[in-house]
């Protein structure tokens, strides 16, 4: 068993920053690769970004490739989301999901363990 919670999430003007955390607990969490996923109101969840359990293999969505950046501390059974330049487009609920072992990392399916999310509004 896993467990997420986000936070970390606010409300920010376009071109501002935040940074979410997710708080992990579980024996095997540490193994396990990492994503965040975004769902903005009335669209599907979408991938966002991920890190392998060890943090040296990165992936990312191209529309944040440059502004985000995601990295662990699996000692702190932590997993960040530094997020730069947002935009109103980035309006969305984020969560944070651990993989299952040999899942892909971008796909939504692959992850079987879920935070409960943290709200993100960017204003323009």
């Known amino acids: 068993q896993v467990q997420l919670v986000e936070s970390g999430g606010g409300l920010v003007q376009a071109g501002g920053s935040l940074r979410l955390s997710c708080a992990a607990s579980?024996?095997?969490?540490?193994?396990?690769?990492v994503g965040w996923f975004r769902q903005p109101l009335g669209k599907e969840r979408e991938f966002v970004a991920a890190?392998?359990?060890?943090?040296?293999?990165?992936y990312y969505a191209d529309f944040v490739k440059g502004r985000f950046t995601i990295s662990r501390d699996n000692a702190k059974n932590m997993v960040y989301l530094q997020m730069n330049s947002l935009k109103p487009e980035d309006t969305a609920v984020y969560y944070c999901a651990a993989n299952r072992v040999g899942g892909r990392p971008s796909r939504l399916e692959d992850y079987d363990y879920w935070g409960q999310g943290t709200q993100v509004t960017v204003s323009s």
């Open positions: 890190v392998n359990w060890r943090g040296g293999n990165i």
């Open positions: 579980g024996r095997t969490f540490y193994s396990r690769d």
